[in-house]
């Protein structure tokens, strides 16, 4: 797996601490919320989230590897007492690349999710109510990459065997993520 970089989440309770990000939920934070900051957003517009844009499905995970930016995300979260949270995301997707500093960091999990910069999780929304069967862990997220595997083997049977769109169909990729502690 590749290191793709950090990801910038508001803070929310919740025992699920997975990678889904859209904020549409009181259970999941959301990612990079100081996006409508114009003095965030250009940079992250034309450097982090360039999922669809400038690359190919797959090709690109909406991480940021500038830990100047991350740092000004960072006084500015804390300037307006915003709760946050900052998580390390690896996946097979090879950019962006980051050499990791060395950080206190808590392995989370493998989650499901896009790779664009709201990080829609299968494993967040399916799970118990589509596929029950699995256990997640305390996180709310797979423990091993053999139980993602699987999962994502019975996801595939059951899109194929129900009606279209009965299951989020998009960019969906494996993360193995970690919590970072400054």
Not at 120 to 138: D, R
């Amino acid at each position: 797996m590749f290191v793709n970089g950090f990801i910038m989440q508001r803070y929310a309770e919740s025992s699920y601490k997975g990678i889904d990000g859209s904020g549409l939920s009181e259970k999941t934070g959301e990612n990079w919320f100081l996006n409508d900051d114009e003095s965030f957003e250009k940079y992250y517009d034309e450097n982090i989230d360039k999922t669809f844009t400038d690359h190919g499905e797959h090709s690109w995970v909406a991480a940021c590897t500038d830990i100047e930016y991350i740092s000004r995300y960072i006084n500015e979260a804390k300037r307006r007492n915003i709760p946050f949270r900052i998580l390390l995301c690896e996946s097979e997707i090879p950019e962006p690349v980051f050499s990791a500093p060395d950080v206190r960091k808590k392995f989370l999990g493998y989650d499901y999710a896009y790779a664009n910069g709201d990080n829609y999780s299968a494993v967040y929304n399916e799970i118990p109510f589509v596929f029950p069967q699995f256990t997640l862990n305390q996180y709310g997220l797979f423990q091993t990459k053999e139980e993602i595997d699987e999962y994502i083997a019975e996801r595939e049977k059951f899109r194929l065997t129900h009606p279209p769109l009965t299951l989020e169909e998009g960019d969906f990729v494996v993360f193995k993520l970690y919590e970072v502690y400054l």
